[in-house]
Nanobody, 118 residues
């Protein structure tokens, strides 16, 4: 059974930090790109960051560059999103998304809430 389980969300003040985790199971971790998306109330889901597990290459949305860092731990089949200098506009449900390279196979996690108070 494929699972993507997010954790690490919570309530933090502006300028604070959180680290989100996405624990993956049920598929070959190295064959996938792992992404973080987020969805704020009343807004469309948007991509935040992506990492290719095989080579570690990463990309970021302009809105989080320099503040967020994505990285993986292959031994734990886990991807992390370190979020620093958080802003109220970062408030959203954050979702983990796995997409198999050169394939349409994909999986979503259930999300974790991040709330940044002003």
């Amino acid at each position: 059974e494929v699972q993507l389980v997010e954790s690490g969300g919570g309530l933090v003040q502006t300028g604070g930090s959180l680290r989100l985790s996405c624990a993956a199971s049920g598929f070959t971790f190295d064959d996938y790109a792992l992404n973080w998306f987020r969805q704020a109330p009343g807004k469309e889901r948007e991509g935040v960051s992506c990492i290719s597990i095989s080579d570690g290459s990463a990309r970021y949305a302009d809105s989080v560059k320099g503040r967020f860092t994505i990285y993986s731990d292959k031994a734990k089949n886990t991807v992390y999103l370190q979020m620093n200098s958080l802003k109220p506009e970062d408030t959203a449900v954050y979702y983990c998304y796995a997409q198999k390279i050169f394939s349409t196979r994909d999986y979503w996690g259930k999300g974790t809430q991040v709330t940044v108070s002003s």
